[in-house]
């Protein structure tokens, strides 16, 4: 059983690789589901999430929600879908998203460029100029859009447990790869990491339900005891430990919630 992220971008032949996993061990394979749930679970148009993936960092800056709130609301909707394990996500920044969870196998699909260029000719019927520049551009965008939401650069291999360019490797060596590394026992779930993850879980979705309100904030769980942590002025703290209150009703797997101002923000907070 095990979380197996794949980083990708176009033409990489990377939503194949996944599909592929996925069907040869028996796991969901996600993507799009995810943006689709936090649409639902927010109260945020799809196509707006849409819109900031592919023009961030610009329409960012104008999106309704803050881009800490953005964050959190995808990340408390992937969380919530891959909490049960046995999934591989080919979707947004999920290398990043998941980063704290020890037994994600987290993979960096790349093609040649090339060859990238090719399919897109192919695909719409352009000429190599016109390909090679959307491709340039599509690339710029998602790295600077992981730049500006995360922090990191996506290129970056220390990211990753595996980088493979397909070109001499096919994508059927590259599936042969991946299940083979998914059964190593670091990627292994325990009954520790299953009780983390819902801890992981409870704590998403209370950020994601204070965050568009509280901005300073960060939450912990620990087999459902939860502290709110702000560095909030006082004039707000009560209003906060209020809606806390009401979280505790509304979000299953919370024994007890509390909020704890002016102290620094533990390391493994959301």
Same mark, same amino acid.
């Given at each position: 059983?095990?979380?197996?992220?794949?980083?990708?971008?176009?033409?990489?032949?990377?939503?194949?690789?996944?599909?592929?996993?996925?069907?040869?061990?028996?796991?969901?394979?996600?993507?799009?589901?995810?943006?689709?749930?936090?649409?639902?679970?927010?109260?945020?148009?799809?196509?707006?999430?849409?819109?900031?993936?592919?023009?961030?960092?610009?329409?960012?800056?104008?999106?309704?929600?803050?881009?800490?709130?953005?964050?959190?609301?995808?990340?408390?909707?992937?969380?919530?879908?891959?909490?049960?394990?046995?999934?591989?996500?080919?979707?947004?920044?999920?290398?990043?998203?998941?980063?704290?969870?020890?037994?994600?196998?987290?993979?960096?699909?790349?093609?040649?460029?090339?060859?990238?260029?090719?399919?897109?000719?192919?695909?719409?019927?352009?000429?190599?100029?016109?390909?090679?520049?959307?491709?340039?551009?599509?690339?710029?965008?998602?790295?600077?859009?992981?730049?500006?939401?995360?922090?990191? !650069?996506?290129?970056?291999? $220390?990211? #990753?447990?595996? =980088? @493979?360019?397909?070109? *001499? %490797?096919?994508?059927?060596?590259?599936?042969?790869?991946?299940?083979?590394?998914?059964?190593?026992?670091?990627?292994?779930?325990?009954?520790?990491?299953?009780?983390?993850?819902?801890?992981?879980?409870?704590?998403?979705?209370?950020?994601?339900?204070?965050?568009?309100?509280?901005? !300073?904030?960060?939450?912990? $769980?620990? #087999?459902?005891? =939860? @502290?709110?942590?702000? *560095? %909030?002025?006082?004039?707000?703290?009560?209003?906060?430990?209020?809606?806390?209150?009401?979280?505790?009703?509304?979000?299953?797997?919370?024994?007890?919630?509390?909020?704890?101002?002016?102290?620094?923000?533990?390391?493994?907070?959301?």
């Amino acid at each position: 059983m095990a979380i197996i992220t794949i980083s990708r971008g176009s033409y990489s032949k990377g939503k194949e690789v996944a599909e592929s996993v996925a069907e040869r061990l028996g796991y969901e394979c996600i993507s799009r589901e995810v943006l689709l749930d936090a649409s639902r679970r927010f109260n945020i148009p799809e196509m707006k999430l849409i819109r900031a993936i592919h023009d961030a960092p610009s329409i960012l800056d104008r999106f309704q929600h803050s881009k800490q709130a953005y964050i959190a609301y995808i990340r408390s909707a992937l969380i919530g879908r891959v909490k049960s394990d046995n999934v591989v996500y080919h979707g947004l920044a999920g290398h990043i998203l998941l980063q704290s969870v020890p037994h994600v196998l987290k993979v960096r699909i790349t093609a040649s460029l090339e060859d990238r260029i090719a399919a897109e000719m192919a695909r719409e019927s352009i000429t190599e100029t016109e390909a090679r520049s959307l491709i340039q551009k599509d690339d710029q965008e998602r790295r600077r859009w992981t730049k500006s939401l995360y922090g990191v !650069d996506p290129w970056d291999s $220390s990211l #990753y447990d595996l =980088v @493979i360019r397909i070109d *001499k %490797l096919t994508v059927a060596d590259a599936v042969d790869f991946i299940c083979r590394a998914a059964g190593r026992p670091g990627f292994k779930t325990t009954d520790a990491l299953r009780h983390r993850m819902e801890d992981l879980d409870i704590a998403c979705r209370v950020k994601a339900s204070l965050v568009d309100q509280f901005f !300073d904030v960060a939450v912990t $769980s620990e #087999y459902g005891n =939860v @502290i709110v942590y702000t *560095k %909030l002025p006082e004039r707000h703290i009560q209003k906060l430990k209020k809606k806390a209150k009401d979280l505790k009703g509304e979000i299953e797997g919370i024994n007890n919630l509390e909020v704890h101002a002016g102290l620094p923000y533990p390391p493994d907070s959301v």
